[in-house]
């Protein structure tokens, strides 16, 4: 099964597939402290950040969807990812069998804007492609995250984890109403 993966140019920003060329600034931004501590889970190195830079490859292959890597446009560069697919790791029937969200950009790109310009670029294709729920799971202290969810309609199903892994799932049943 061949599928390409869709270009989408925001006003300061290129969603593109992942390249070769791509790896290195992907596992830097996957395994910068900055970057890890509002993720769940244990830290990345080299060998996860790769699985899961070819597990994305095969994603779009298998399912249509996938994440893009994010491009500045005014300097080409890779700031991080965003996009969709499907978790492994089992949290309940209301969540497992959906698509997952994901948004990650390095740490200088943040508070600019960037990530939600990004995440509603993809949305709208997800909205326009693939309709229907999405799902995602975002750590309790991200609160940047947690806006940025609430802006893109997700709402919260309940809460996991423990101690200083405290995580919100939340599901999209679709684009936000006008509030």
Do not use: C
Not at 102 to 107: E, G, K, N, S
Not at 120 to 138: M, T
Not at 151 to 168: C, H, K, M, N, S
């Amino acid at each position: 099964m061949i599928r390409s993966i869709p270009n989408i140019n925001t006003s300061r920003l290129a969603l593109r597939a992942m390249r070769p060329e791509d790896f290195d600034q992907y596992a830097e931004i996957a395994t910068l402290p900055e970057t890890l501590r509002n993720l769940s889970g244990p830290a990345w190195g080299r060998r996860r950040a790769w699985e899961a830079f070819l597990r994305n490859a095969g994603h779009w292959q298998m399912t249509g969807f996938g994440q893009w890597a994010v491009t500045e446009l005014a300097t080409r560069r890779m700031i991080g990812h965003v996009g969709f697919f499907y978790g492994t790791e089992p949290v309940g029937e209301d969540f497992d069998s959906f698509p997952e969200a994901d948004w990650l950009l390095m740490p200088e790109a943040q508070g600019k804007g960037l990530a939600i310009e990004a995440a509603n670029a993809a949305h709208d294709w997800h909205d326009r492609v693939i309709p229907g729920a999405l799902v995602i799971r975002i750590n309790l202290r991200n609160t940047a995250s947690l806006r940025m969810a609430d802006q893109l309609g997700y709402r919260e199903l309940r809460r996991t984890g423990e101690g200083d892994d405290p995580v919100i799932l939340m599901r999209r049943n679709g684009p936000p109403t006008t509030r």
